[in-house]
């Protein structure tokens, strides 16, 4: 199966998991999806493997980074604003807080859709949503 | 007597490898030094790929070998090892990256301040005028007072 035949079978099965699994690097990073009504949360486990500084311990800046954007992509598909996987033109990312190896959490919003391009919000947060570690804006060009 | 590590990559790949525990799993390497600063590389792996039907690696690859690039260009910059923390960062998304090639990244910090670091960065694939991403960030120094190094520092005094 194509991805596209694959995220269109996911999509219609609801399985959040099988969309996920579409991806090599999503499982690599043990990313998990949970569907709501405003979209999916994705979420990456803790753990040492995915640490950047051992000393604090420190979640690897360009893992939230990651995070975010897979977030992203995975909103436009799910909200089948993307039949395939966009692709990234841009990624402003903000770090506000040190994210500790523990499970961290993400959530996306499209700010504007075009035809052709989508601006995308992203804030990552730990144990309280309302203390975000991360936020980013994102271009997506919608394949 | 203080070895010096700085003009070695092997060397510097063993402290890469050490102190970030996701470059060791990405098996992040240390290809060359230019002025002290290392240009990492990261060899394609069917794990690390964002799209199955090509091969191309994901977008979050090229923003963590860039991001520890940046990080390490501030370390250099800064001539001593010290807490740093990335406050933002920007990637543009030049072209995809080549399937079964391997990724290389490599940072400039152009200006440091007492509390900011200022750094762009770029990665390619084989040919550095043809990059991959280009990047800006700013790093906050002297973040924490628990330093990746720190450690190893107190070890050898």
């Not at chain 1, 919003?109 to 994102?138: F, I, M």
């Not at chain 2, 406050?87 to 490599?106: F, G, M, N, V, W």
């Amino acid at each position: 199966m194509t991805v596209e035949q694959r995220i269109a079978a996911a999509r219609e099965s609801g399985d959040a998991s099988g969309l996920v699994d579409i991806v090599p690097y999503y499982r690599f990073l043990g990313l998990t999806m949970k569907a709501t009504p405003d979209g999916p949360i994705c979420l990456i486990p803790g753990g040492e493997k995915l640490v950047g500084n051992p000393m604090l311990p420190a979640l690897h800046g360009g893992v939230i980074g990651a995070l975010l954007e897979a977030t992203a992509i995975m909103h436009l598909i799910w909200t089948r604003e993307s039949g395939s996987l966009p692709k990234i033109i841009n990624l402003t990312v903000e770090y506000l807080r040190s994210g500790r190896p523990v499970e961290t959490a993400a959530a996306a919003s499209v700010t504007k859709l075009g035809r052709r391009v989508a601006n995308v919000r992203v804030e990552a947060w730990q144990d309280d949503r309302t203390k975000p570690v991360a936020y980013a804006n994102a271009l997506f060009l919608l394949t | 007597m203080k070895p010096k590590v700085e003009l070695d990559p092997a060397a510097i790949q063993q402290i890469v490898r050490h102190a970030i525990p996701h470059c060791r799993e990405l098996g992040v390497e240390v290809a060359d030094l230019v002025d002290g600063r290392p240009v990492l590389r990261l060899p394609w792996d069917e794990r690390l790929v964002g799209h199955p039907d090509t091969g191309v690696l994901h977008g979050g690859v090229v923003t963590t070998l860039i991001d520890t690039a940046c990080g390490m260009a501030v370390q250099v910059a800064l001539m001593r090892t010290t807490a740093i923390a990335t406050l933002d960062l920007r990637i543009d998304y030049l072209r995809p990256s080549t399937p079964r090639q391997p990724l290389h990244a490599e940072a400039l910090c152009y200006k440091l301040t007492r509390h900011i670091a200022f750094v762009r960065a770029k990665a390619w694939n084989d040919d550095p005028d043809d990059p991959v991403a280009n990047c800006v960030a700013t790093f906050m120094v002297d973040s924490s007072d628990k330093s990746p190094f720190a450690r190893k520092r107190k070890a050898a005094a």
